[in-house]
């Protein structure tokens, strides 16, 4: 599902964010990026959304390269996968269901699908009677739930999640983290970079740690730092 | 795409507009004033074309006769002229049939000229009206005529184009000077506005850009809202110089009525096509500027 094939990428500013970075995961997995700022996490997750192009190496996702991605097929290439973010980036000036609307609307859903899919999703995430409320009215847990039914909303094959829990609380994070199992468990492939020790201490799932643009550790039923 | 999309462009486009109220109305109105003044320059212009084809075609060279000349010479006068090569047609336009015929042009005004018609008030003199053969010879035959003794004065049509055509040349340089810079500030207000737009929808922007819209979707919304605030700005000026020009013609007509002018639906007809272009080329042009700039899809 995912492939990285010694990844190398260096910022105009002369910093090397990745070196000769190689990982693969597999349809179905739930795998956690763990490292401190810096390490290299973040430009991880835009080299899989196409926001950045490796310097060197070959990443593919779904069985694309994402560097031979023509420009008009980029968009395309982004509905399969659901990005979810620390800041959650909702519109806060329309109501929680618009938001999850919106995101089906611009990619031109037909108007029909759009009521039912966007209300079955936020069932899953136990906000449908919340569906009326603007996302500053709700918690913070709240609000992440939502970019959370946005992010699945149009069934994508993975999820990618940037430290989705670093403004929760820890009772809040084990929801949210507990939610992306369930997703996970129903086929979709996870992806979380996270800072959250309690988090990965709690689910043992796989974990890749990266230190200064390499990969450290990459083992199954991984802890957050064995040390 | 479907309607539906283009109905939602729309909707978009409005939404932004109203959001960013002075702005559009800035960029609007630079439009508007442009687009009016182009319209009157274009009115202008066609009715000084029109005018000058109008003298030319009345008559090509009026030549005026001395006061001291007896009417008996007048025939003589009148052989001379015809015989020269280039004259076609010669005809005699007595100070009397003068004074009738201006009488007709004013019309209701006629009056002005009572008192003036018993033959030693009669301000008017006798005149010759000649048609050379051809039109370039005319300045030519003009000052072979004025030779003649007897002959004081020679006026040709021409004479009097050129001159309306060296002041219309000088206004339509200005003009344009004026219109230049006016569209070039109504394309940068707009591009601004469209800069606003962008900008205050930022956040918009990303998360359509991460779940998948593609890039035209993304713009789209922009451009038609550069081309709603052009349009605007094309049909203000549109109404208000058909009103204007209307009134000027009622006007016109009733006050100097022999002056000539195009009647309304004549001229606008082109008008309403050049102004619609510039009006939406203006507001396209406007807003993909921005777009390139500050729209990073």
Do not use: C
Not at chain 1, 167 to 191: A, F, K, Q, Y
Not at chain 2, 5 to 18: P, V
Not at chain 2, 272 to 297: A, D, N, W
Request: aromatic fraction near 8%; charge should be neutral; charged fraction near 25%.
């Amino acid at each position: 599902m995912i492939d990285f094939y010694n990844v190398y990428k260096n910022y105009p500013n002369g910093v090397s964010a990745l070196i000769d970075t190689s990982f693969h995961i597999k349809k179905g997995e739930f795998v956690f990026l763990v490292g401190s700022s810096g390490a290299g996490k973040t430009t991880i997750i835009k080299l899989i959304s196409r926001e950045l192009l490796p310097t060197k190496g070959r990443v593919v996702v779904l069985g694309r390269n994402v560097a031979r991605l023509k420009r008009r097929d980029v968009p395309l290439y982004r509905r399969n996968i659901g990005l979810v973010f620390q800041d959650y980036r909702l519109l806060n000036d329309r109501s929680v269901y618009e938001n999850i609307a919106f995101a089906l609307r611009v990619i031109e859903t037909p108007g029909k699908e759009i009521k039912k899919k966007a209300l079955e999703s936020l069932e899953l995430v136990g906000l449908r009677n919340k569906a009326k409320v603007k996302p500053l009215e709700l918690s913070g847990g709240e609000q992440q739930r939502v970019s959370l039914a946005r992010a699945i909303v149009n069934k994508p094959a993975l999820i990618i999640a940037d430290e989705p829990t670093g403004n929760l609380d820890p009772e809040t994070s084990i929801d949210i983290v507990n939610l992306l199992r369930v997703i996970n468990l129903r086929g979709t492939t996870v992806v979380m970079a996270t800072h959250d020790k309690d988090v990965v201490d709690r689910l043992r799932k796989r974990v890749i740690e990266l230190e200064g643009g390499k990969v450290v550790r990459d083992e199954l039923k991984g802890v957050y730092r064995p040390s | 795409m479907k309607i539906k999309t283009w109905f939602y462009f729309l909707g978009e486009a409005f939404k932004s507009i109203y959001r960013n109220g002075w702005m559009s109305i800035a960029s609007v109105g630079v439009v508007i004033v442009t687009l009016f003044l182009l319209g009157s320059f274009m009115i202008l212009n066609y009715n000084m074309n029109f005018l000058s084809e109008d003298i030319k075609s009345q008559i090509e060279i009026v030549a005026f006769v001395g006061e001291d000349v007896e009417s008996s010479q007048l025939d003589q006068l009148e052989k001379r002229i015809s015989s020269m090569p280039q004259a076609e047609e010669v005809d005699l336009v007595s100070r009397e049939d003068a004074l009738v015929r201006l009488k007709e042009q004013l019309g209701e005004q006629g009056h002005l000229l009572e008192g003036y018609e018993d033959v030693e008030s009669n301000p008017l003199r006798d005149s010759f009206e000649i048609r050379s053969r051809e039109s370039e010879e005319v300045s030519a035959l003009a000052q072979e005529i004025d030779s003649l003794p007897g002959i004081v004065k020679v006026d040709y049509g021409s004479e009097v184009v050129d001159k309306l055509f060296t002041v219309t040349r000088v206004i339509n340089w200005v003009g344009l000077g004026f219109m230049f810079a006016l569209g070039a500030s109504a394309m940068f207000l707009i591009a601004n506005t469209i800069k606003l737009a962008v900008y205050s929808r930022r956040q918009e922007i990303m998360i359509m850009k991460s779940v998948g819209a593609t890039d035209w979707f993304i713009r789209w919304p922009f451009i038609i809202e550069g081309l709603v605030l052009g349009v605007i700005g094309t049909l203000v000026p549109l109404a208000g110089l058909y009103a204007s020009y209307q009134y000027v013609v009622d006007w016109v007509y009733n006050n100097i009525p022999f002056l000539p002018l195009i009647p309304p639906s004549m001229v606008m007809e082109d008008i309403v096509k050049i102004l619609i272009v510039l009006g939406v080329g203006l507001g396209i042009l406007g807003s993909s500027f921005s777009i390139r700039r500050f729209l990073k899809v």
